[in-house]
């Protein structure tokens, strides 16, 4: 329900400014790019959460609002906070039916503006791959949660090396830039998207990186012939 203006450094502004020019297109790229199983792939992140009664929720990252607005009609008087750096997506979410019911926020994930033990889930969707330190980044999220919460992420994932890799990886590289000119008509933002996908780490090293963050119970599971992947992951009970 507000925004605040908040500092970020010179890759942040390339991300931010990036999202703000594709941000009333987002929603109909990623369908696009999912080959529709997007509204699924949201569901299974909330799922994962193992939301409680009334619980507070943060989805950092938000977008368009996607997991915030699932979380919320997941959960009757849950209180879900949606965090982003794009100005222009969260003036798509709170456009949203639903949106009026949460708080819309301008922030940096790496420097989250919340106290300790604030939340009790945090989830995110294509965060990892958009920021410069992914340790810090997961270190803010378990300082937020509180103990025994959950957090998930949904991250693409390079394709494994099978029959499917020349396929998959000639679609994310040559076929998702030119659907997002046609679409979107900013086929660089996706060029960047499409970029970092492919050069970004294995869905096992980003189980690796949860763990060192701190989180227990911490696993995957993978979409799409392995390009796209769930995480989760729990902070310990103190």
Same mark, same amino acid.
């Given at each position: 329900?507000?925004?605040? =203006? %908040?500092a970020?450094?010179?890759?942040?502004?390339? +991300?931010?400014?990036?999202?703000?020019?594709?941000?009333?297109? #987002?929603?109909?790229?990623?369908? @696009?790019? /999912?080959?529709?199983? $997007?509204?699924?792939?949201?569901?299974d992140? +909330?799922?994962?959460?193992?939301l409680?009664?009334?619980?507070? +929720?943060?989805?950092?990252? /938000?977008?368009?609002?996607?997991?915030?607005?699932?979380?919320?009609?997941?959960?009757?008087?849950? $209180?879900?906070?949606?965090?982003?750096?794009?100005?222009?997506?969260l003036?798509?979410?709170?456009?949203?039916?639903?949106? $009026?019911?949460? @708080?819309?926020? =301008?922030?940096?994930?790496?420097?989250?503006?919340?106290?300790?033990?604030?939340?009790?889930? %945090?989830t995110?969707?294509?965060?990892?791959?958009?920021?410069t330190?992914?340790?810090? =980044?997961?270190? !803010?999220?378990?300082? @937020?949660?509180?103990?025994?919460?959950?957090?998930? &992420?949904?991250?693409? &994932? *390079?394709? *494994?090396?099978? @029959? %499917?890799?020349?396929? &998959?990886?000639?679609?994310?590289? #040559?076929? +998702? *830039?030119r659907?997002?000119?046609?679409? =979107?008509?900013?086929?660089?933002?996706? !060029?960047?998207?499409?970029?970092? &996908?492919?050069?970004?780490?294995?869905?096992?090293?980003? !189980?690796?990186?949860?763990? $060192?963050?701190?989180?227990? /119970?911490?696993g995957?599971?993978?979409y799409?012939?392995?390009?796209?992947?769930?995480?989760?992951?729990?902070? *310990?009970?103190?």
């Amino acid at each position: 329900m507000n925004t605040h =203006t %908040v500092a970020v450094d010179a890759h942040g502004a390339t +991300v931010a400014d990036m999202f703000d020019r594709i941000a009333d297109r #987002y929603d109909l790229m990623n369908l @696009v790019m /999912t080959l529709g199983q $997007e509204p699924r792939f949201i569901r299974d992140t +909330v799922n994962a959460a193992q939301l409680g009664q009334a619980p507070k +929720v943060l989805d950092i990252a /938000t977008g368009t609002g996607d997991l915030a607005l699932e979380a919320a009609n997941q959960r009757y008087g849950a $209180e879900v906070y949606g965090l982003d750096i794009s100005n222009e997506m969260l003036e798509v979410a709170r456009s949203r039916p639903g949106g $009026e019911n949460i @708080v819309w926020q =301008t922030g940096d994930a790496m420097e989250l503006p919340y106290d300790d033990d604030t939340f009790d889930a %945090v989830t995110h969707g294509y965060l990892l791959r958009n920021v410069t330190d992914i340790a810090k =980044t997961l270190q !803010e999220q378990y300082r @937020v949660l509180k103990p025994g919460g959950w957090m998930t &992420s949904l991250e693409m &994932s *390079p394709a *494994p090396r099978n @029959v %499917v890799k020349p396929f &998959s990886t000639a679609y994310i590289k #040559y076929v +998702v *830039p030119r659907l997002a000119n046609a679409i =979107t008509q900013n086929p660089d933002a996706y !060029e960047y998207l499409s970029r970092t &996908s492919r050069g970004f780490h294995t869905a096992d090293r980003i !189980e690796h990186m949860i763990g $060192e963050a701190g989180f227990v /119970t911490s696993g995957y599971k993978t979409y799409m012939f392995g390009t796209m992947a769930l995480h989760w992951g729990q902070k *310990p009970v103190a």
